[in-house]
DNA sequence: CAAGATGATTCGAA
DNA sequence: TTCGAATCATCTTG
């Protein structure tokens, strides 16, 4: 039904009885009547309601005209009131069904996010967090800080973008609710517009630009998205590591090769030395471990070339002492080795001793192999080596091994374990895995039992 | 361009 | 959580 029809009914209903209507309000006698007229007063009513009715067909001049006289007429203010309660009634079923409605888990999961991403809230700051997290499994430092910066460039662009047409919006919303508002009221003096009603009006109007500004926060967070996503990608555009940092992982695999897991702290130091992130040294030797292990005979000529890298290294260190004890005790004969373990440069000062006993006594670290690599274990074998006594340490065992062919072209060392020149892919066990590498690289168990001899008869 | 190398990711197991 | 294994995607090399 038409509302004005339905104001104007319920307002005859209850102004024809000349009864106060709900809310105690009474009209006042009208003008020209001796207030006992109920049909005059009737009549009165009715044509003020059709003037106010037609007053939209009239022309303006009219109309304002018209609008005027009925702003002077003493009757206005109370019917005025009336149809503002009747509005009010008829209004009020309507906003309780729109009013106090929860907030919106939509826009508060966006406003989280937007928070999470450093989009809204605090400047300072904001996005790093996210952008280092996301940087923390992309690339190398120095291309971490590239795309780093690219990401926060990006994000700060996003961020300023939104907080501009948010701001735009704001300011539109004000100026309309303000437009709104003084309209409303410059209308209220003609039309029964209550200050409540303003109110829901201005409520509807927060409702609306506030959706709107849902839409731009969806937006903003597809854009933050779509650069995260662009960003973590580039994890896959992989670079190579640099040749030195191949090199340094490279050695110290293969001077641990017994024992191929460096510690917590190792791989920090690696991750240091190599320019790369922590799990990035993970990674490598995780692909290394597998690979190597996949194909021992192809990863040989590596093994060799850092083994004798290595060797180089210590040979310097055994000669220097060889020199340095022959200075020392020249009675001391060649074999005797008779040098201070501070010469040495070995990963831990733990080792010193052990590596020291392994290379005379042609001790080493049980080692099996799987059938693929197994040239090495039967070389072992042949040489009549029975391989108890200590499980040496990685590094130590690795240095011993080194150690001895080059100590053997160095030093006049007659190698009696038959002085196998190349790098063995000891420490792996029959299963093809390393075996019991729990022990950290760099702690040695000087002696171990027969029990724990690794035999390769079961392969 | 194809093949191999290599860094990263994913998934299940311990 | 870490590791092995498989796999992906990209880079490098011939």
């Avoid at 509302?3 to 102004?15: D, F, K, T």
């Avoid at 040695?444 to 008869?457: A, F, K, L, N, R």
């Amino acid at each position: 039904m038409d509302e004005q029809a339905r104001i104007m009914q319920a307002l005859g209903g209850v102004s024809l009885a000349g009864h106060s209507v709900q809310g105690g309000m009474a009209l006042p006698p009208p003008h020209g009547h001796d207030g006992t007229d109920g049909d005059g007063r009737k009549q009165d009513i009715g044509d003020i309601l059709h003037q106010i009715m037609t007053i939209t067909d009239q022309s303006l001049d009219e109309a304002q005209a018209k609008k005027h006289g009925l702003n002077c007429h003493r009757m206005k203010p109370a019917l005025f009131s009336v149809l503002c309660e009747i509005k009010e009634k008829t209004g009020l079923s309507i906003r309780g069904a729109q009013e106090e409605d929860p907030p919106d888990p939509q826009l508060m999961r966006l406003d989280n996010m937007l928070l999470a991403e450093g989009v809204s809230g605090p400047e300072k700051g904001g996005g790093s967090a996210a952008a280092a997290a996301a940087a923390a499994a992309a690339g190398s430092p120095a291309d971490n800080s590239i795309e780093h910066s690219d990401y926060r460039a990006k994000l700060s662009q996003i961020r300023q973008i939104y907080h501009t047409e948010l701001e735009k919006y704001e300011q539109a919303c004000n100026e309309f609710t303000t437009h709104v508002m003084n309209l409303l009221r410059e209308q209220s003096r003609t039309r029964p517009i209550s200050p409540k009603e303003i109110e829901r009006m201005v409520s509807i109007i927060h409702r609306k630009f506030s959706s709107i500004q849902m839409q731009l926060k969806q937006s903003t967070c597809e854009a933050v998205m779509i650069l995260r996503s662009r960003f973590l990608d580039a994890r896959r555009k992989r670079r190579n590591f640099s040749k030195q940092a191949t090199e340094i992982l490279n050695e110290y695999f293969y001077s641990h090769l017994s024992n191929p897991y460096p510690s917590e702290e190792a791989k920090e130091e690696l991750a240091k030395k190599c320019s790369i992130t922590v799990s990035q040294v993970s990674n490598w030797f995780g692909n290394k471990r597998i690979r190597y292990k996949k194909n021992i005979g192809k990863f040989q000529e590596e093994a060799n070339l850092y083994a004798a890298k290595t060797a180089v290294t210590a040979a310097h260190a055994v000669a220097a002492a060889v020199q340095n004890s022959q200075t020392n005790s020249p009675t001391t004969p060649n074999s005797g080795f008779q040098m201070k373990d501070e010469e040495f440069q070995l990963d831990s000062a733990e080792n010193k001793n052990t590596l020291l006993t392994n290379m005379f006594t042609g001790s080493s670290g049980s080692f099996n192999l799987p059938n693929s690599g197994d040239m090495f274990m039967s070389m072992q074998n042949l040489n009549g080596d029975s391989y108890q006594g200590a499980h040496v340490g990685a590094n130590v065992q690795s240095q011993v091994d080194t150690l001895r062919h080059v100590i053997s072209q160095t030093a006049g060392y007659n190698d009696a374990l038959g002085g196998n020149p190349m790098y063995s892919p000891h420490g792996l066990n029959g299963n093809g895995g390393w075996h019991d590498a729990t022990t950290p690289s760099s702690v040695i168990s000087p002696t171990e039992g027969p029990g724990s001899v690794h035999s390769d008869t079961s392969n």
